[in-house]
Antibody, heavy 121, light 110 residues
């Protein structure tokens, strides 16, 4: 069974870069026909898709965040990473990584537990 | 891309049926049969309930069902149970992005 675990600093200063890692176990992040996504949820609010990496090597981003986001994969460590630059308080949220089998809705079938990131000086 | 519109809250008594709507446009919900639904309990990660409008992953109880008409998708919970009290989110493929989420609906079991 695939498991995902997010990690990274819980506190980031405004204007700096938020960097998170998602470690995948129980399967290879570079095999199969899957998308690996980052999704966030501000406290008390709804979900927002940030972007995804496809096992065949392509990336896609939410148009509203595209200018600030980079998603990449380290296949040797089986990790997905997220970098979001020029952060503000509005970027404070629980950040999730999730897997989606490619096809149809590309639904998220496995999720990490989430990691809380607060943007504050 | 604007979030899909869901009612903020829906409630029902145990055993009753409730329906949660998810309204978008012809560029998302209405244009594709790529709607999914997720259940999220407080402090937990979302869980997939429905994909491709009306398909259930294995392990999801049959009391959860999905449908779509025009620009509105719906999630119906039949035979409501106490454990169904949670937040529910829809998501759809869109013409400009693979996903847009709904605003979320809090389900209360009376």
């Amino acid at each position: 069974q695939v498991q995902l675990q997010e990690s990274g600093p819980g506190l980031v200063k405004p204007s700096q870069t938020l960097s998170l890692t998602c470690t995948v176990s129980g399967g290879s992040i570079s095999s199969g026909n899957y998308y690996w996504s980052w999704i966030r949820q501000p406290a008390g609010n709804g979900l927002e898709w940030i972007g995804r990496f496809y096992t065949r090597g392509s990336t896609e981003y939410n148009p509203s965040l595209k200018s600030r986001v980079t998603i990449s994969v380290d296949t040797s460590s089986n990790q997905l990473s997220l970098k979001l630059n020029s952060v503000t308080a509005a970027d404070s949220a629980v950040y999730y990584c999730a897997r989606a089998p490619r096809g149809g809705s590309d639904p998220f079938d496995f999720w990490g537990q989430g990691t809380l990131v607060t943007v504050s000086s | 891309q604007s979030a899909l519109t869901q009612p903020a809250s829906v409630s029902g008594s145990p055993g009753q049926s409730i329906t949660i709507s998810c309204t978008g446009t012809s560029s998302d919900v209405g244009g594709y049969n790529y709607v999914s639904w997720y259940q999220q309990h407080p402090g937990k990660a979302p869980k997939l309930l429905i994909f491709d409008v009306g398909n259930r992953p294995s392990g999801v109880p049959g009391r959860f069902s999905g449908s779509k008409s025009g620009n509105t998708a719906s999630l119906t919970i039949s035979g409501l149970q106490a454990e169904d009290e949670a937040n529910y989110y829809c998501t759809s493929f869109t013409s400009s992005s693979p996903y847009v989420f709904g605003t979320g609906t809090k389900v209360t079991v009376l």
